[in-house]
């Protein structure tokens, strides 16, 4: 899809048009829009190119510099349904030419845009989903773009308003694979290669349309894939781009059929995976009002970066359904972050968990989403991770009919176990020194790294207890071996304070490089004179200035003051009992983070948080410290 043009150019372009398509088009007879009818049917159109912003004449309209307007009532007026309400559109959109990581979000025009995305453009990387989309009340739907670049969207089919009908009624599948070339050929397909997909058993020949979700996988290039009714005319379209590095990549998308089933052609070549979930009838099925499309404004139904737990993995999510009585949802499922490569299952909740997958990531920290239509049951959906991710879901509609019931209990809650690398100079080697107080470390897989006379960027000094000289704080997120969740720093009482603001910035941009989630940043003590004063200012002020939602301050120095019997005579470094409790507040703030239960009660016999609150929140609260004695017997 790689063609040169941006975004903002092609737009621009058009300003100095005189008539732009839409308005020359604006007279003819157009289908009606909007939802009179609350149901609709399917209809198969195309596929269709209706715009691309590399080409001057884009076939859309500039409503500002990030959103186009594109007329799907028009391009589906030379169809049956031009005499029918149109209620939403099955599409698929591309971002190419991306410069800068963002989102991208379809949505009916006219309405404001909603908290929701359609995709999630990379820089430099084709990047597509489709979408049913509901429509405006002028036939048309809006496309924003978060960041510059160019947009490509295709039309498979619109939905029609419809109270009933025999043809275009959502039949669901459990999800059966019916192509998988890895089977069939040793070197996988050649580029350019056409194969033929055929109905799968239970599909009625008069199929209007399949649901299906494409896998593509060791392809040599870049490319593309399009998709279409088999014994039809190749359309130029597509719906989902293999990158070239021959790593899955999948796309879920509703496409045109015929007897023979779909073609599907692949640039790229390689492999190409294809399960089909569900079918839209032809005219021979009876006339019912059950598998229609309802839609609804486009609604974020779960985002687990706000809504916590994380899906961690071999976890399981169930949510409500937003519908009442509905068979099936149609969603935009995102895996944000995840800890490693893996997959995403949605299903109807309580029910068997399919063997298949809803939206794949390939790597560490990937953004990738994927459209999904999945059947609801009595108790809503379920979405099971293979490994841990932040998980997005928004709602577009919904199919009509009878929701399965659920028979299976609820999964039990599964608790995250991350990494988190300690760093710390003598302040937090005090863990060293006292080695028994590593046992209220708990919950997590704690990689220590704490050594005297350590400094954050800038080269240590040898200590005089241990005679080495440590790594600085930087070279220690540098160097962690594997991936690393949480990095905790207890360090930087050495750094001088007209370099501890470049520093911590240093510090940051090694931990994103680490594909780190959070670093924890505990105060500095301030002793009896306050020489550390600055060093919290400067900590506090980069947390609040909104550049760095992954910096989370605790505040070691106000948890700390009133304790008795922690600190050595300078009221910065710790004795035993310091180092007990901070091993603790460690702990709870670890908890606190990935939304765990407190590994241990506040005092013996009472109340385990099933949520752990940071224990600068219950210090706060209730005016004590956790009973370490009683505890930990110290």
């Not at 005219?283 to 404004?297: C, I, K, Q, R, Y």
């Not at 409790?581 to 013996?604: F, G, K, S």
Request: net charge neutral; hydrophobic share 45%; aromatic share 6%.
């Amino acid at each position: 899809m790689t063609r040169p043009g941006r975004f903002a150019w092609a737009l621009a372009l058009l300003a100095v048009i005189a008539v732009s398509p839409l308005a020359a088009t604006a007279a003819r007879p157009r289908p009606a829009s909007a939802a009179a009818v609350s149901t609709s049917r399917f209809e198969s159109v195309g596929p269709l190119r209706l715009a691309d912003t590399r080409q001057a004449l884009c076939g859309c309209e500039r409503v500002d510099a990030t959103t186009v307007r594109i007329d799907i009532a028009h391009a589906a007026s030379s169809s049956a349904a031009a005499s029918d309400t149109i209620v939403a559109a099955a599409v698929t959109v591309t971002a190419t030419n991306t410069s800068t990581d963002g989102f991208v979000t379809a949505y009916p025009s006219g309405t404001p845009r909603p908290a929701t995305s359609t995709l999630n453009a990379r820089t430099g990387v084709d990047t597509s989903n489709s979408a049913i989309v509901p429509v405006g009340s002028d036939g048309r739907i809006d496309v924003f773009a978060q960041s510059p670049t160019d947009l490509v969207v295709d039309l498979t089919g619109v939905f029609v308003g419809a109270l009933s009908a025999r043809a275009g009624r959502f039949e669901s599948l459990a999800p059966v694979r019916v192509i998988d070339t890895r089977l069939t050929s040793a070197d996988g397909l050649s580029p350019f290669t056409t194969i033929i997909v055929p109905l799968p058993a239970g599909v009625a020949p008069d199929a209007s349309a399949l649901a299906v979700n494409v896998t593509t996988v060791g392809e040599r290039s870049a490319g593309f894939v399009r998709g279409f009714a088999a014994g039809t005319a190749e359309p130029l379209t597509s719906f989902v781009n293999p990158d070239g590095t021959g790593r899955p990549k999948a796309a879920a998308v509703i496409l045109p059929a015929s007897a023979q089933g779909i073609s599907l052609m692949t640039s790229a070549g390689g492999n190409v995976v294809v399960d089909v979930v569900g079918w839209f009838t032809g005219a021979s099925a009876p006339d019912s009002n059950d598998g229609l499309f309802v839609p609804m404004t486009p609604t974020r139904l779960l985002d687990t970066r706000d809504d916590k737990p994380r899906l961690w993995a071999n976890a399981t999510r169930e949510i409500a359904s937003p519908v009442t009585g509905g068979a099936a949802l149609v969603t935009n499922i995102t895996m944000a972050l995840p800890d490693n490569a893996g997959f995403v299952t949605a299903a109807a909740a309580g029910t068997a968990r399919p063997a298949t997958s809803s939206v794949n990531a390939v790597a560490r920290n990937a953004v990738v989403a994927n459209a999904a239509i999945t059947a609801i049951s009595t108790r809503g959906l379920s979405y099971f991770s293979s490994a841990g991710t932040d998980l997005v879901v928004d709602a577009t509609g919904s199919f009509t009919g009878v929701p399965v019931a659920a028979t299976l209990p609820v999964p039990p809650p599964v608790l995250a176990s991350p990494r988190v690398l300690m760093i710390g100079d003598s302040t937090f080697a005090s863990l060293n020194v006292v080695p028994a107080s590593k046992v209220a470390l708990r919950g997590f897989d704690a990689v220590l790294d704490l050594e005297p006379c350590r400094r954050l960027v800038q080269p240590s000094c040898q200590s005089a207890f241990t005679l080495r000289t440590p790594s600085t704080a930087l070279e220690s997120i540098r160097d962690a071996a594997g991936s690393i969740d949480i990095v905790v720093i207890k360090a930087g009482y050495n750094e001088g304070f007209a370099t501890f603001d470049s520093a911590v910035r240093t510090i940051m941009a090694a931990a994103r490089a680490k594909g780190v989630r959070t670093v924890l940043w505990l105060t500095y003590s301030e002793g009896a004179a306050g020489e550390y004063t600055r060093h919290n200012a400067i900590l506090r002020s980069l947390a609040a200035s909104g550049a760095y939602p992954d910096l989370a301050i605790a505040d070691w120095n106000a948890y700390a003051a009133a304790s008795t019997g922690w600190y050595a005579d300078d009221h910065i470094h710790l004795i035993r009992n310091g180092a007990w409790a901070t091993a603790d507040y460690v702990t709870r703030w670890v908890a606190h983070l990935v939304d765990n239960p407190c590994p241990t009660p506040w005092a013996p016999g009472s109340f385990v948080d099933a949520h752990c609150p940071s224990p600068d929140e219950y210090a706060k609260a209730t005016g004590t410290l956790p009973d370490l004695h009683a505890l930990y017997g110290v």
